[in-house]
């Protein structure tokens, strides 16, 4: 960071908005010697002046400043990146808009594309800082997860965090500081000395004698607040010393120094200003409805200073908490005339979060309502917890007055799993619902009401086995009919599980037949009551029991079906769903022109905003075509990750985590991919789902030389996967099934029938033939090779040992070596890891 003169100019006033700060050069050299590092912790207690020494720094250097300041209610994750972006904005507003496009990044592709975002907008050779002022405030694990992450990349050697804290922030902050990467300023190095407090006195025009200066010194201890509620004791009194009790009758120095001097307009003014946070110009404007009052607030620049990286004024929190216990000098009809004012204010600015919490303390819930209707139809366990308390604190009346919040409630209730509590509420609502007025709202409600029976009976269908809940969706088309109301994207689509056919292992095939018949019977009704809701999911039902039964041209017939409909009726997840499904085929056939087309419809989804899911249904799609592919590298950072989840619900996580264990089991991570196939947390355990698990974990265990532990887990897959005559998982693993179902063949492993191991051997050999063609003509191999010499490296490249490639290509393992000689001379390697270096960096690999 460049070096300013002005940091040894002395002790100079610094006005800045309205404030008048002391210059401490000692202060800003610390803090410019701190902001050459990536983060900077400043831990100090109240009224040590850190929020002033920063911002004073900040304004003398005059960088770009983003300025997060915390308060308890950023514990709720959207309300925190509500207020993270209104930061953003102040330096970028291009910025802040493409990050409201996006949800707050809990996960890590989603964090990973905010940081694309921001990235593409850091001007190389500037310098900023990230403040978060009064980090001790948060205690939500994913907000803290969120500025661990931010602060722990180093990606931008330009950008300083800067943490403001009383106490020590919950970040695990050990790493940065081992590397020498933390800069730490606590309470010691932000006391006044008792020269920069006389100077401190002389700006204000006092001059001490030395040994009431040493007295006051004494007492304060140098704390910043102290000093100047002692200076202002002297300009009014003159008196020769402090008393000891200074810091603990602060709120009486207050009263006495302060308050007794304002106007009582001006004081009611600041009363009704603590009831609120955010003090933005034009909100402060409508409370005080005064500019003579404004003016008049300015000249406390000591206790109240505008900033203009929050574009707000910031009240010092001493002084607050001392207006706050004034409240009760207010009105009721005062303080609701504030609070919603600035409820208002907060709509109008898109700080929902923020909004709905004025809304409740005025009681109004009809705003409140409208805010969460707003809301995805999936909400965060945050924020629906949130929601939750406000509904659980509500009056009684307000399901009788507002009958659209039961509505509400059950969207609620649905994205923190309590179904059967949604269940039940809903059923005891229905007689009051049916009773209303005649309405189109009335239908609404009943409409709303009969989709959630009918939505909960099939996700509590997965238990029950019982499929009685169609006449609710029957019900819903009737009332869709006396309603106006059309559902749109994304409301209207479908939240898919992992698999489709939602059945427990184990199960035959009649049994997930049963299912797809409830879904081709339900889905009319679904589709008029919905707006298009699961136009498509009976085909692509039918067509993942068809593909995992190997069945692939009815697959392929019926997987086209359901992707012409999805489109119809703006489906996104079941289009998604079919094109993966699709994209298997095509590479189980080594169709290079089929993949390539549905890499392309697969990209053009991420341009759809509706489809809130598209990121990571992408990265997860795509991650499992490239590890099958031999192209571990490529996926995603965060399916590379042991412990990070995405942002869908958790009955969509069994889809990502079979990629993170594929991923670690072909990085020879095994105990990693065991971990993951092990954790499988709330995901409901879907007959597919566990055939594909349950195969890994044999050809994981045979790979850690665990043939017992192998053979077991591969009798388990039979057992699952028999009556239902489902293959495809097997034949997916390629040389590693091979390998397994030789051995097994070979040692009569108990319990797996010869002809079984056998079939299950043939499709596997077919498959890894297919599966290496299609990689060698990705990769974009060069002429350097032949065809057969890049099969033979990209089994090296794989760790496939030369027997291993002879049997997955067919050649005898003098061929290989032969093959693998002949690489080496035309790459110029010296051994297996040299060529497969060479061959990545000529684009061979």
């Not at 003169?5 to 701190?34: C, D, Q, V």
Request: net charge positive; with cysteine.
């Amino acid at each position: 960071m460049e070096t300013h003169k002005s940091f040894f100019r002395g002790f100079t006033p610094m006005a800045s908005e309205n404030r008048i700060y002391l210059e401490r050069p000692r202060i800003h050299r610390l803090l410019e010697k701190a902001t050459q590092k990536p983060v900077v912790s400043i831990t100090a207690g109240a009224g040590y002046g850190k929020t002033c020494a920063v911002y004073a720094f900040a304004k003398t250097i005059n960088v770009r400043t983003a300025w997060i300041q915390i308060s308890e209610r950023d514990n709720l994750e959207e309300r925190f990146w509500e207020n993270f972006i209104s930061a953003v904005a102040i330096i970028n507003v291009n910025t802040a808009e493409l990050l409201r496009k996006i949800i707050f990044p809990a996960a890590e592709q989603q964090f990973d594309r905010f940081l694309a975002l921001l990235r593409q907008d850091i001007i190389p050779g500037e310098k900023y800082l990230f403040v978060c002022d009064d980090l001790h405030l948060v205690s939500n694990p994913a907000v803290l997860r969120f500025l661990e992450r931010f602060i722990s990349l180093g990606l931008f050697p330009n950008v300083s965090t800067v943490l403001i804290s009383r106490t020590e922030p919950s970040l695990n902050t050990e790493k940065l500081a081992s590397k020498k990467l933390l800069a730490r300023i606590n309470e010691k190095d932000l006391r006044f000395n008792r020269d920069e407090m006389v100077s401190y006195f002389r700006i204000q025009n006092l001059s001490p004698a030395p040994g009431t200066a040493s007295a006051i010194y004494r007492d304060t201890e140098g704390w910043a607040f102290a000093i100047h509620l002692a200076g202002m004791s002297l300009k009014n009194s003159g008196a020769a010393h402090i008393p000891q009790a200074l810091r603990s009758n602060v709120f009486r120095l207050i009263e006495s120094e302060i308050m007794t001097s304002v106007s009582k307009k001006l004081r009611k003014a600041l009363i009704k200003l603590s009831l609120i946070e955010n003090l933005n110009p034009d909100l402060v404007r409508k409370i005080a409805n005064d500019s003579a009052l404004i003016r008049e607030m300015e000249n406390l620049s000591s206790f109240i200073r505008f900033d203009s990286y929050l574009n707000s004024y910031h009240i010092h929190h001493l002084f607050l908490d001392y207006l706050r216990g004034k409240q009760d000098e207010l009105g009721e009809e005062e303080k609701t005339d504030v609070r919603t004012k600035t409820a208002l204010w907060c709509v109008k600015n898109s700080r929902k979060m923020d909004a709905v919490f004025y809304y409740e303390k005025t009681g109004d819930y009809n705003g409140i309502f409208k805010i969460l209707d707003t809301l995805p139809l999936i909400l965060s366990s945050q924020a629906a917890r949130f929601a939750l308390d406000i509904l659980d604190r509500a009056p009684a009346s307000i399901y009788r007055e507002y009958p659209k919040s039961i509505v509400i409630r059950n969207r609620v209730l649905a994205s923190l799993d309590l179904f059967e509590q949604s269940r039940k509420e809903t059923l005891e609502s229905l007689p009051r619902f049916k009773a209303l007025p005649e309405s189109p709202e009335k239908h609404l409600i009943l409409l709303v009401s009969y989709l959630n029976l009918g939505t909960i009976g099939i996700i509590q269908s997965i238990n029950t086995k019982k499929y009685d809940f169609i006449d609710f969706f029957k019900k819903a088309a009737l009332e869709a009919g006396k309603t106006s109301y059309v559902t749109k994207p994304p409301l209207n689509g479908v939240v898919l599980c992992s698999y489709v056919c939602r059945v427990t292992a184990p199960a035959s095939k009649k049994e997930i037949e049963q299912y797809i018949e409830m879904l081709e019977l339900i889905i009319p009704y679904t589709v008029k009551a919905m707006g298009g809701c699961r136009y498509g999911l009976h085909e692509l039902a039918r067509g993942e029991l068809a593909f995992f039964r190997g069945e692939h041209k009815e697959a392929e017939k019926l997987f086209s079906q359901s992707l012409v409909k999805a489109r119809k009726k703006q489906q996104y997840e079941i289009e998604n769903r079919a094109l993966f499904y699709l994209l298997r085929i095509h590479l189980s056939r080594g169709d290079q022109e089929g993949v390539r087309i549905v890499l392309r419809q697969l990209e053009a989804e991420l341009e759809e905003p509706l489809f809130p899911n598209r990121h990571s249904y992408y990265d997860i799609v795509n991650g499992w075509y490239f590890i099958q592919t031999g192209r571990k590298e490529k996926i995603a950072p965060w399916l590379k990750n042991d412990y990070e989840e995405s942002e869908l619900h958790s009955a969509a996580h069994g889809l990502e985590k079979l990629v993170k264990a594929k991923y670690f089991f072909a990085a020879k991570r095994y105990p990693a991919a065991l971990a993951v196939m092990e954790n499988r947390g709330n995901e409901e355990p879907l007959i597919m789902g566990d055939v594909e698990i349950k195969a890994l974990e044999a050809v994981c265990r045979y790979r850690q030389q665990d043939r017992q532990g192998a053979y077991t887990a591969l009798e388990e897959a039979y057992r699952l996967a028999a009556p239902a005559a489902l293959f495809m998982p097997f034949a997916e693993l390629g040389k590693d099934m091979r390998a397994l179902t030789e051995a097994a063949m070979k040692e009569n492993a108990a319990g797996l029938p010869l002809q079984w191991l056998t079939e299950i051997r043939r499709k596997a050999v077919v498959y890894n033939k297919k599966i290496h063609r299609h990689a060698g003509i990705e990769s974009g191999e060069s002429q350097l090779l032949s065809h057969r010499e890049t099969e033979v490296l990209i089994g090296l490249s794989q760790g496939l040992t030369m027997e291993e490639i002879a049997g997955a290509s067919s050649i005898s393992p003098n061929t290989v070596k032969s093959a693998v000689k002949s690489i080496y001379s035309k790459l110029g390697a010296y051994n297996k890891a040299d060529a497969v270096r060479i061959a990545a960096s000529k684009g061979i690999l």
